[in-house]
């Protein structure tokens, strides 16, 4: 049974809020169970609990959390634990056993490593995806991407008892191209600790190959099954589809008054620090112009950008640009996503018709995955 299926069952959720979470999984990204707590449809040892069972393993709680002992900590370097995504807790008392802690069952090759680290046996359990990232950062200086941190708006307000599972956490946010002048991208370990997909080079030049038109991406797109390919697609003909227009591009994805970074390319930066961008909707920008309008935003070179674009400029390469379209993407009546894209010279009418009938593919494709993840 999967633990939608049977967080339903035990009554814990509605029909509505598992749906809802569904639309988030798909849109956001994460895990189902991630999509829920961020919600507040219930809370991480509930959601501890039920994944223990439904995988048949034991279920690592907050109490377990708050006793971890530092030393047996210690031993572990970050490079396994993100690895593994696994957070050492302790040795289980007057045994030769060493609890550990992971979002899915180790296999055999992760049991026998954490073996030779600790010389003793290793009795796992299970917990949620947010809260292994959390520790992995609190423990192991592991810094969670942009998508698994706190909004300012969630954090002004307390959220209700038992909703989260631990209080330090609660104190974590999105930092803000406001919040600093300087980008700085997560740590490069990050990326391990989430399992991001790593592209070979043989399948960028594959991706590349099938997006030299719009016409193409768009086919490519309507095949596509999953989230992160229908996202490395759309950036893929941004950035080959063009004629080299684009000098940059992101895909925002949009929780509450946040848009931050997904997927994106620079031809001038590190296009890794993508996801260290969040740029607030409740501050004057282009992209506020366009989610505000809840319609496509098209600037000319004479427009001039506000403080907040002149930083999201530098991130991208530091020169204003010449043109910039915001599209938003709107589902159910929603904006799930805002997708930028800046250029060297002025934006034309057929760039702008192309640009449109991507994101207009880029919306299609979104709703049909929800849809059958809704099923």
Partial sequence: ???????????????????????????????????????????????SEHLAVQRGSRAALSKHFDRCDPWVQERLSPEIAAKWQVIPMGQVAEQELIAVASTDPLPEEALAELRQVYGMEILPSLAPELRIL????????????????????????????????????????????????????????????????????????????????????QAQIRRANDRDQIGDLIVSALKNAFDDAFNAAVIFIVREDLAIGWKGFTRSTDSEAIDAIAVPLDAESLLRTAFEARAPHRSSP?????????????????????????????????????????TTETVSDSLDKGFAALCETFARAMARLIRSAQR
């Fill in 134 to 217: 959390y520790n992995l950062e609190f423990v192991y200086g592991i810094e969670r991407l942009s998508r698994f941190r706190r909004t300012r708006r969630r954090d002004s307000v307390p959220p209700p008892a038992g909703a989260t599972g631990t209080g330090r956490e609660r104190r974590q946010f999105v930092r803000t191209l406001t919040d600093s002048e300087k980008l700085e991208a997560p740590n490069s370990l990050a990326r391990v600790a989430v399992r991001q997909i790593f592209v070979s080079r043989e399948d960028m030049v594959d991706i590349a190959t099938k997006t030299k038109t719009v016409e193409s991406t």
């Fill in 302 to 342: 004479d427009d001039a950008g506000s403080k907040l674009d002149a930083r999201l400029w530098d991130a991208l390469g530091g020169q204003p640009p010449a043109g910039v379209i915001v599209h938003p993407i709107v589902l159910e009546k929603h904006i799930v996503c805002l997708v930028y894209a800046q």
């Fill in 1 to 47: 049974m999967r633990i939608g299926e049977r967080l339903l069952e035990a009554g814990l959720i509605t029909v509505e809020q598992l749906e809802n979470a569904l639309q988030g999984q798909v849109v956001q990204g994460g895990r189902l169970g991630t999509n829920l707590v961020e919600r507040e449809y219930l809370n991480l040892d509930q959601l």
